[in-house]
């Protein structure tokens, strides 16, 4: 059974940087994409980057070349990284990783079948 572990969050003032991480047990690097979602009060969630089973990344507009998406391998576990750099407020949201089966890059959450329970990033202005 997949699970997902993120930590890494707390908070920040704007224009700083922090570094998310996600342990997935029961996951292989050959399984599927990962991903990383946020979710701000009242807003639905969405996606902010994804690493495919080849290392090929996709990200929303709204991060690109602020976010960078990454994965590792440590003691037979999968490790999904996402360093934010030039934090903005607008980026203050809860913090979710995910992971799928298949080649495919999405960022949208449906297609997504493990989900962690959530990091909050809190950035101030």
């Known amino acids: 059974q997949v699970q997902l572990v993120e930590f890494g969050g707390g908070s920040v003032q704007a224009g700083g940087s922090l570094r998310l991480s996600c342990a997935a047990s029961g996951y292989t690097y050959d399984t599927g994409s990962m991903a990383w979602f946020r979710q701000a009060p009242g807003k639905e969630r969405e996606g902010v980057a994804v690493i495919g089973r080849d290392g090929s990344t996709d990200y929303a507009d709204s991060v690109k070349d602020r976010f960078t998406i990454s994965k590792g391998n440590a003691r037979n576990t999968i490790y999904l990284y996402l360093q934010m750099n030039t934090l903005k407020p607008e980026d203050t949201a809860m913090y979710y990783c995910?992971?799928?089966?298949?080649?495919?890059?999405?960022?949208?959450?449906?297609?997504?079948?493990?989900w962690g329970q959530g990091t909050q990033v809190t950035v101030s202005s």
């Open positions: 995910a992971a799928r089966r298949g080649w495919k890059l999405p960022l949208a959450a449906p297609e997504y079948s493990y």
